[in-house]
């Protein structure tokens, strides 16, 4: 699963997001955010070019308890989840490299999603 544009209709709880398997990018942002939509396109490339990572997009803010589990405070934050366990995490990335660097912790034996 490549870039997903569109933020979950439905927000997942903690609990499933700790059960998923494989490689995931969790995206938290707000469909208004200058900063969210700036990164956008960066987001976009680097996960194109690593089409076995899920990617969730979440709008978050008040009240949104998976962003508070997480403890976002600035958006984009993109959060890497092996096996649903927090491998890395990026906040406001600026550009491209950043995003792909933090994809390839995934690389290792068994770490990308089914």
Known sequence: MAFNPHYAAVEPT????????GATVLEFGAPWC???????PDIAQALD???DVRHLRVEDG????????FKVKLWPTLV???DGQEIAR??????????????????SPGGLAD
């Open 49 to 51: 070019a690593t089409p």
């Open 90 to 107: 990026l906040v406001r990335p600026q550009g491209v490299e950043p995003i792909r660097q933090a994809l390839q912790q995934f690389q």
């Open 80 to 82: 890497l989840l092996q």
């Open 62 to 69: 008040k009240g949104r308890p998976l962003g508070r589990s």
């Open 34 to 40: 200058g900063f969210c939509m700036a990164a956008q």
């Open 14 to 21: 903690r609990a499933e997001v700790d059960a998923l398997r």
